[in-house]
Structures are given as C-alpha cells and as structure tokens.
T-cell receptor
Framework: GQQLNQSPQSMFIQEGEDVSMNCTSS?????WLWYKQDPGEGPVLLIA?????ELTSNGRLTAQFGITRKDSFLNISASIPSDVGIYFC????????FGAGTRLTVKP | DTGVSQNPRHKITKRGQNVTFRCDPI?????LYWYRQTLGQGPEFLTY????????KSRLLSDRFSAERPKGSFSTLEIQRTEQGDSAMYLC?????????????FGDGTRLSIL
C-alpha cells in the first residue's frame, strides 16, 4: 500500500527560527494535506493542496505540492511557542494515508 | 460548536467487554470516516461512509469491529470482546462528498484503555 515517509521525526528549535518538514511517498496523491495535533485532541487541518506544483500559505505556514505528486513540504516561519505540537502530512488518493508525524518543540 | 463531536472522550474498560463510541459529523458533510491512532503514529484508516452506506473497510477492521451510520448523520463504532491491543485513540472525521479530494475534519477522538 501507499507509504508516507515524514521527516524529521522531531525538531527542537528556538523561538523565532524557521522550520521545514517534508513528506515523500512511493505513490502519487491527488491531494496533500497538513494537520497539527495537540495532546489529547484530534488533528486540525492547516493547509490543503490540490494541484501538483501548488504553493499555498496560511499565515506563517507555507506548503507545497510536489511536481511529481509524490511529495510535499511544510514551512513555518518565525516560530512561536504555540507552534509546539505534532505535524502530520496526509495524502489523498482513494483513501487518506498519514505520515508518522514531526514532533516540534519550540524553546522560548 | 459546529465541528465533529465524539463521545465519550475517554473509555476505560476490562478486557472482554464491549464498547461503543459515537461520532456526530459536521452537519452538511455526507462522508464520515473512522481512524485508529496509537502513540507515536499517524491515524490509520478503518472505514468510511457515504451517507448511510459503508463503502470501504480496512483489513485493520477485524470482525469484532462494526460501524453503523443508520440515518446518514451520526455514526457508531462498536468493538466486541475487547482485547488489550484495542487500546488506542479512535478518531472520527467528516468531509463533503464529491470525491476523496475533500479535506477531512477531525473530532477530538475517544481514547480507549483496556485493562
């Protein structure tokens, strides 16, 4: 089945730094999604990407749908303490598959 | 609150008992999904409904698991004869119809602990 490889697994950064994480797959997807999950809560949708090459921003977040349709990245600029959490990529084709997540820690 | 609602938030039960969870999707969403999430992993797809019809089931969904969406609105997920390996967060999500490209919106899940 389709496997999503998300990296890095974890990041420890200083407040104000930029963050980059990515997801790759051996299969193509029609839609890429990025979610953030806080402890004890469900994933919250951050950005949805629908076309290969698409670059979309949501405040300090920017994500891109790779040209090959097999990858996506998420950038967070000027990180703040509330950015702490686990970020998941998800690819949609006939169903939705998730990466294993990137755990982000921001030191004030 | 017009988001996806799940109840209960937490369930602790003894091995061998049956449990049932409920999900109320966003009202205009006709697709409803169930996922299971274990610690350190992303959610894993279990099953989904288009209105009241259950259209796909993962091989993760053993015969002890059953899901229903009788009127195309809320859904229930029942686990019979629970086992310790069933301990996980069970997440529900909903989306608009018209294809699998519509983003799914998640509830806060039901955390199941099997003693």
């Amino acid at each position: 089945g389709q496997q999503l490889n998300q990296s890095p697994q974890s990041m420890f950064i200083q407040e104000g730094e930029d963050v980059s994480m990515n997801c790759t797959s051996s299969s193509i997807f029609n839609t890429w999604l990025w979610y953030k999950q806080d402890p004890g809560e469900g994933p919250v949708l951050l950005i949805a990407l629908y076309k290969a090459g698409e670059l979309t921003s949501n405040g300090r977040l920017t994500a891109q749908f790779g040209i090959t349709r097999k990858d996506s990245f998420l950038n967070i600029s000027a990180s703040i303490p509330s950015d702490v959490g686990i970020y998941f990529c998800a690819g949609l084709y006939n169903d939705m598959r998730f990466g294993a997540g990137t755990r982000l820690t921001v030191k004030p | 609150d017009t988001g996806v609602s799940q109840n209960p938030r937490h369930k602790i039960t003894k091995r061998g008992q049956n449990v049932t969870f409920r999900c109320d999707p966003i009202s205009e969403h006709n697709r409803l999904y169930w996922y299971r999430q274990t610690l350190g992993q992303g959610p894993e797809f279990l099953t989904y409904f288009q209105n009241e019809a259950q259209l796909e089931k993962s091989r993760l969904l053993s015969d002890r698991f059953s899901a229903e969406r009788p009127k195309g609105s809320f859904s229930t997920l029942e686990i019979q004869r629970t086992e310790q390996g069933d301990s996980a967060m069970y997440l529900c999500a909903s989306s608009l119809g018209g294809g699998h490209n519509q983003p799914q919106h998640f509830g806060d899940g039901t955390r199941l602990s099997i003693l």
